[in-house]
């Protein structure tokens, strides 16, 4: 599948006045990204897709209880097999999550994502 290019805030990415694709891995590892900043419920088109963002906006979080949502949200991309949450910092009120995904090709994504 092939999709517009997103840079690092979220906008679109042009080069020389032309939009960007990703396609193939990168393309899964943007949608994912999607997914994770996404609260659960707000995308009209889908009110199931994102993160179950309850507990995040608290004084002191439950790490696991957050791993076991973004998780959870990983796995709403069909072509995910598995996916595993390997660090959560929180420092200054920043959330980062690393994670692993194991696609149905056998492939692998390792990325880190800001949530707060």
Do not use: C, H, W
Not at 47 to 76: C, D, H, R, S, W
């Amino acid at each position: 599948m092939i999709d517009l290019m997103l840079d690092s805030d979220g906008d679109l990415l042009f080069t020389d006045q032309d939009l960007q694709l990703v396609d193939e891995v990168d393309e899964i590892k943007q949608e994912l990204i999607i997914i994770l900043k996404t609260r659960q419920g707000e995308f009209f088109g889908d009110e199931t897709m994102g993160l179950n963002q309850t507990g995040l906006f608290v004084k002191q979080p439950n790490l696991n209880y957050i791993a076991n949502n973004v998780v959870q949200a990983l796995k709403q991309q069909e072509r995910v097999v598995s996916a595993e949450v390997t660090d959560i910092e929180l420092v200054n009120r920043n959330l980062k999550v690393t994670f692993d995904a194991t696609l149905d090709t056998g492939q692998s994504i390792r990325t880190e994502v800001d949530l707060l």
